[in-house]
Nanobody
């Protein structure tokens, strides 16, 4: 049984940074690409960032480039999303997801631009609320 558990959400002020973590158990984490998605109130779930199994490749949604960084710690089965300069529009439930993919940036981009139905495993989500 694969489990993904997110943490780090909460109520933050606009302009502050935030660090979200996701711990994956039940599989060899290093075999999986990892992703962060988010769902804002009244909107569809959207891709935020992805990282390859090696950690050498990343891919970000255009709106988040320069403001967030995804990283992974395979020794601790964790993937981290650091978001800087938070905005009220960043208010959403943030989800971690995992999928076995070949190494490289192109597979991550394909996930970003396709239906999220292809993702094998999802966490329960963590709420991030940004106040102005």
């Amino acid at each position: 049984q694969v489990q993904l558990v997110e943490s780090g959400g909460g109520l933050v002020q606009a302009g502050d940074p935030l660090r979200l973590s996701c711990v994956i158990s039940g599989r060899t984490f290093s075999n999986y690409a990892a992703f962060w998605f988010r769902r804002a109130p009244g909107k569809e779930r959207e891709f935020v960032a992805g990282i390859s199994w090696s950690g050498d490749f990343t891919y970000y949604v255009d709106s988040m480039k320069g403001r967030c960084t995804i990283s992974r710690d395979n020794a601790n089965n964790a993937v981290v999303l650091q978001i800087n300069s938070l905005k009220p529009d960043d208010t959403a439930v943030y989800y971690c997801a995992a999928l076995q993919l070949p190494d490289g940036q192109e597979p991550l981009a394909q996930v970003a631009h396709s239906s999220d139905d292809s993702l094998d495993y999802w966490g329960q989500g963590t709420q991030v609320t940004v106040s102005s």
